[in-house]
């Protein structure tokens, strides 16, 4: 991903609120899928990571794009921001 697609991103994903919470017990089975349907569904979502999480957020975020074959398209303090394009409706266009 190009540093203007990866721009471009970010400012969609400003106007978008957090779909998904990584809380006391980490990344678990249960929320890489439900992050695995909502990029299936939206390509673009962002989340936060709560302060009882004692996991290191770039840990979190690599855990994540591993597991759901997704980019990394943005870490801001404890949101974070992963795009994966659609198998079935594509809708976000990158330059």
Known sequence: ???????HLRSLASNIEPVFQIGKNGVTPEVIKSIDEALEA?????GTVL???LDDIRD????????TRSETVQVIG???????????????KLL
Do not use: G, H, W, Y
Not at 1 to 7: F, Y
């Open 51 to 53: 302060n009882n999480c």
């Open 1 to 7: 991903m190009t540093s203007k697609q990866r721009a």
């Open 42 to 46: 939206r390509e673009l979502v962002k």
């Open 60 to 67: 979190i975020c690599d855990i994540i794009s591993e597991r």
């Open 78 to 92: 404890r949101k974070i921001v992963f795009f994966r394009v659609s198998k079935k409706n594509p809708v976000i």
